[in-house]
C-alpha cells in the first residue's frame, strides 16, 4: 500500500522551514493595516486565510530531516502534522471570521496570525530558549482575545485570570529550564537526556510540566479556563480551546520522548495529571448550562485522555501511546471548533441552540457529526482518536486507567447528546424578529442580548467552515490507519 508520506513530494529544506512563519507575518502586518488596505476587515481575513492555506501547503511539504539554526528548530514528522493540523484549524477560523465576523475583526485576525506563528515554531522547537520564546508569542495573542469585547466585563475578567495563571505557570516554566540548563550545560533537548537521577531533576520535570500542563488546562491547572470561556466571545473561544491546546500537547509529547531517562517521575506525573483531568472535566461538565463553560470542562477531561496516552512511556508501547496523543488531540480539536463555530452564531447558552435544525439545517448535521465524534462513535475521528489511546493503554498494562476513561467516555454521553436533544426537539423559549445589527449588537461590544434570537441569515461562507470541520472529522476518522502509519513509519524525533 502507498504511504502517506510517499504520496506528497518533499520539496522544501533549510530555510524553506521558515516560509510558513514569513507568510503569516506578513499577513498579521497586513490585518493591522486594514482600513488603509483593499477590503478592509474582512479582506484582511481572506488575506490572512489564503496566507495559512498556503503555509500549511509548504508545512506538509517540507522535508521530514530539514534542521535550522544548529538544531534549534527540526521538522520531524510529527512537527509537519501538528503544523498542518494548526493552520487547517486556523484556516477555518478565518473562513467563519472573514465571512460572519462584525465590528473589529481586523486586529483579531493580525492575532490569530502572530499566535499561529507562535505555535509552529513551537512544535518545531529543539531548544530550550526557542521553545520559550515560541510559546509566548502564541499564548499572548490569546490573551487579547478572550478579553477582545472590551465593553464586556466578563470577557475582561476571563482575559486577567486567564493572563495571571497563564504568566504564573509560565514562570515556573522558565525556572524549570533554567536548572535544566545548569544540570546539563546546554538549552538543546538532546542534553535533557542526560538529566543526573538527583532531587534537583525532579524539580526541573515538576516545574516544566507545570507550565505546559497549565496552557493544555489540565488538571489541577485548569481553574481559568471555565470562567475565561464564559466570559470570552464563542468565536474567540473557538480558537483559545483548539489552537494553543494542540501547540502545548505537542510540545509536551517532544519534552516526554527526550526525558524519558526519567521513566517513573514521567510516568506518574502523567498520569495523576490524566487522572486529575479525566475526573474532574466529565463531572464539571454535567451541570453547565453555558455551553462554553461545557466545553471547557470537557477540554479538561480530553486533555486527561492525551495526559493518559503519554502516561504509557517508558514501556513497549511507549513511542505508540506519544504519536497517539498527538493524533487525538487533533481528533478533539477538529470538532470542538465545529461546535463553538455554530454557537458564535447562535449564542452561548446551550439552551441559544434551541430550534437550530429548522433555522439551519446543514449546521445541525455538522453539530451532530462533530458531537458524535467527541462522543467517539465509528467511523468519526474520535472514536479512532479514543480506540488508539485504549489500545496504547491495554500495552501500558494501564487497564486500571483505562477503566476510568471508558467510564469518563460513558458520562460524557450525557452532557453532549444534549446538545444534541436542544438543537432537534427544543423549541426557543422566547423568539424574537430583530434586525441584524440588533442580532449582532453583542459581538460589537454591547453585551450577550438576554433574549433568545432568531438566527436568520448566517453568510454561505460562515456555513461552509462548520460543515468544513464534519467534513474533515469525517475523513480523518476513515483515512486515520493512513495517519497513523505516517507516524508509525518516520522517525519522530
Same mark, same amino acid.
Given at each position: 500500500?502507498?504511504?502517506?508520506?510517499?504520496? @506528497?513530494?518533499?520539496? *522544501?529544506?533549510?530555510?524553506?522551514?521558515?516560509? =510558513?512563519?514569513?507568510?503569516?507575518?506578513?499577513?498579521?502586518?497586513?490585518?493591522?493595516?486594514?482600513?488603509? $488596505?483593499?477590503?478592509?476587515?474582512?479582506? +484582511?481575513?481572506?488575506?490572512?486565510?489564503?496566507?495559512?492555506?498556503?503555509?500549511?501547503?509548504?508545512?506538509? $511539504?517540507?522535508?521530514?530531516?530539514?534542521?535550522?539554526?544548529?538544531?534549534?528548530?527540526?521538522?520531524?514528522?510529527?512537527?509537519?502534522?501538528?503544523?498542518?493540523?494548526?493552520?487547517?484549524?486556523?484556516?477555518?477560523?478565518?473562513?467563519?471570521?472573514?465571512?460572519?465576523?462584525? &465590528?473589529?475583526?481586523?486586529?483579531?485576525?493580525?492575532?490569530?496570525?502572530?499566535?499561529?506563528?507562535?505555535?509552529?515554531?513551537? @512544535?518545531?522547537?529543539?531548544?530550550?530558549?526557542?521553545?520559550?520564546?515560541?510559546?509566548?508569542?502564541?499564548?499572548?495573542?490569546?490573551?487579547?482575545?478572550?478579553? /477582545?469585547?472590551?465593553?464586556?466585563?466578563?470577557?475582561?475578567?476571563?482575559?486577567?485570570? #486567564?493572563?495571571?495563571?497563564?504568566?504564573?505557570?509560565? $514562570?515556573? $516554566?522558565?525556572?524549570?529550564? +533554567?536548572?535544566?540548563?545548569?544540570?546539563?550545560?546546554?538549552?538543546?533537548?538532546?542534553?535533557?537526556?542526560?538529566?543526573?537521577?538527583?532531587?534537583?531533576?525532579? !524539580?526541573?520535570?515538576?516545574?516544566?510540566?507545570?507550565?505546559?500542563?497549565?496552557?493544555?488546562?489540565?488538571? =489541577?491547572?485548569?481553574?481559568?479556563?471555565?470562567?475565561? #470561556?464564559?466570559?470570552?466571545? =464563542?468565536?474567540?473561544?473557538? /480558537?483559545?480551546?483548539?489552537? =494553543?491546546?494542540?501547540?502545548?500537547?505537542?510540545?509536551?509529547?517532544?519534552?516526554?520522548?527526550?526525558?524519558?531517562?526519567?521513566?517513573?517521575?514521567?510516568?506518574?506525573?502523567?498520569?495523576?495529571?490524566?487522572?486529575?483531568?479525566?475526573?474532574?472535566?466529565?463531572?464539571?461538565?454535567?451541570?453547565?448550562?453555558?455551553?462554553?463553560?461545557?466545553?471547557?470542562?470537557?477540554?479538561?477531561?480530553?486533555?486527561?485522555?492525551?495526559?493518559?496516552?503519554?502516561? !504509557?512511556?517508558?514501556?513497549?508501547?511507549?513511542?505508540?501511546?506519544?504519536?497517539?496523543?498527538?493524533?487525538?488531540?487533533?481528533?478533539?480539536?477538529?470538532?470542538?471548533?465545529?461546535?463553538?463555530?455554530?454557537?458564535?452564531?447562535?449564542? &452561548?447558552?446551550?439552551?441559544?441552540?434551541?430550534?437550530?435544525?429548522?433555522?439551519?439545517?446543514?449546521?445541525?448535521?455538522?453539530?451532530?457529526?462533530?458531537?458524535?465524534?467527541?462522543?467517539?462513535?465509528?467511523?468519526?475521528?474520535?472514536? *479512532?482518536?479514543? *480506540?488508539?489511546?485504549?489500545?496504547?493503554?491495554?500495552?501500558?498494562?494501564?487497564?486500571?486507567?483505562?477503566?476510568?476513561?471508558?467510564?469518563? +467516555?460513558?458520562?460524557?454521553?450525557?452532557?453532549?447528546?444534549?446538545?444534541?436533544?436542544?438543537?432537534?426537539?427544543?423549541?426557543?423559549?422566547?423568539?424574537?424578529?430583530?434586525?441584524?445589527?440588533?442580532?449582532?449588537?453583542?459581538?460589537?461590544?454591547?453585551?450577550?442580548?438576554?433574549?433568545?434570537?432568531?438566527?436568520?441569515?448566517?453568510? @454561505?461562507?460562515?456555513?461552509?467552515?462548520?460543515?468544513?470541520?464534519?467534513?474533515? !472529522?469525517?475523513?480523518?476518522?476513515?483515512?486515520?490507519?493512513?495517519?497513523?502509519?505516517?507516524?508509525?513509519?518516520?522517525?519522530?524525533?
Amino acid at each position: 500500500m502507498v504511504q502517506f508520506h510517499t504520496a @506528497i513530494p518533499i520539496l *522544501f529544506k533549510g530555510y524553506a522551514l521558515l516560509f =510558513p512563519e514569513a507568510l503569516l507575518i506578513l499577513a498579521a502586518v497586513w490585518a493591522l493595516f486594514a482600513d488603509r $488596505l483593499p477590503g478592509r476587515g474582512r479582506g +484582511s481575513g481572506v488575506v490572512a486565510a489564503g496566507a495559512v492555506l498556503f503555509a500549511g501547503v509548504i508545512t506538509g $511539504l517540507t522535508a521530514g530531516d530539514a534542521v535550522l539554526f544548529g538544531g534549534k528548530l527540526v521538522a520531524s514528522t510529527d512537527a509537519r502534522f501538528g503544523g498542518v493540523a494548526l493552520c487547517v484549524l486556523a484556516l477555518i477560523w478565518l473562513i467563519w471570521t472573514a465571512a460572519a465576523g462584525k &465590528g473589529r475583526t481586523s486586529e483579531a485576525v493580525a492575532l490569530v496570525c502572530l499566535s499561529l506563528a507562535g505555535g509552529l515554531l513551537a @512544535i518545531q522547537a529543539a531548544d530550550i530558549i526557542v521553545l520559550l520564546l515560541a510559546l509566548e508569542l502564541s499564548a499572548m495573542p490569546v490573551y487579547v482575545l478572550i478579553g /477582545y469585547r472590551h465593553k464586556r466585563s466578563e470577557g475582561l475578567e476571563g482575559a486577567l485570570k #486567564y493572563f495571571l495563571l497563564s504568566m504564573l505557570t509560565s $514562570l515556573f $516554566l522558565f525556572y524549570g529550564a +533554567s536548572f535544566a540548563f545548569g544540570l546539563v550545560g546546554t538549552t538543546n533537548y538532546g542534553g535533557l537526556q542526560f538529566l543526573p537521577n538527583e532531587p534537583l531533576a525532579a !524539580v526541573v520535570l515538576i516545574f516544566m510540566f507545570v507550565g505546559i500542563l497549565a496552557k493544555m488546562s489540565a488538571a =489541577p491547572f485548569h481553574f481559568w479556563a471555565p470562567d475565561a #470561556y464564559e466570559g470570552a466571545e =464563542p468565536w474567540a473561544v473557538a /480558537y483559545a480551546a483548539t489552537l =494553543p491546546k494542540v501547540v502545548a500537547s505537542f510540545v509536551l509529547v517532544r519534552l516526554v520522548m527526550v526525558l524519558s531517562g526519567q521513566p517513573v517521575l514521567l510516568k506518574w506525573a502523567l498520569l495523576i495529571a490524566a487522572v486529575l483531568s479525566m475526573l474532574v472535566g466529565s463531572l464539571g461538565a454535567l451541570t453547565q448550562k453555558d455551553l462554553r463553560r461545557m466545553m471547557a470542562y470537557s477540554g479538561i477531561a480530553n486533555m486527561g485522555f492525551v495526559l493518559l496516552a503519554m502516561g !504509557v512511556v517508558g514501556t513497549q508501547a511507549g513511542s505508540l501511546g506519544l504519536g497517539f496523543a498527538q493524533f487525538f488531540v487533533v481528533a478533539y480539536a477538529l470538532p470542538t471548533m465545529g461546535i463553538l463555530l455554530v454557537a458564535s452564531s447562535e449564542g &452561548g447558552r446551550v439552551s441559544d441552540l434551541a430550534g437550530l435544525s429548522k433555522r439551519r439545517p446543514l449546521a445541525a448535521g455538522a453539530l451532530v457529526v462533530c458531537i458524535l465524534s467527541m462522543v467517539g462513535v465509528p467511523p468519526l475521528m474520535g472514536f *479512532f482518536g479514543k *480506540f488508539f489511546i485504549f489500545f496504547a493503554g491495554i500495552g501500558g498494562s494501564l487497564l486500571w486507567c483505562v477503566i476510568l476513561m471508558v467510564l469518563v +467516555s460513558v458520562v460524557a454521553v450525557f452532557y453532549y447528546l444534549r446538545l444534541i436533544k436542544t438543537a432537534f426537539f427544543d423549541e426557543p423559549q422566547q423568539v424574537e424578529t430583530l434586525s441584524e445589527g440588533r442580532y449582532f449588537s453583542w459581538l460589537l461590544g454591547a453585551g450577550e442580548a438576554e433574549e433568545r434570537v432568531e438566527a436568520r441569515s448566517v453568510p @454561505i461562507a460562515a456555513e461552509f467552515a462548520v460543515l468544513l470541520c464534519a467534513l474533515l !472529522v469525517i475523513a480523518a476518522g476513515v483515512g486515520s490507519g493512513v495517519i497513523i502509519n505516517w507516524f508509525i513509519l518516520n522517525p519522530r524525533y
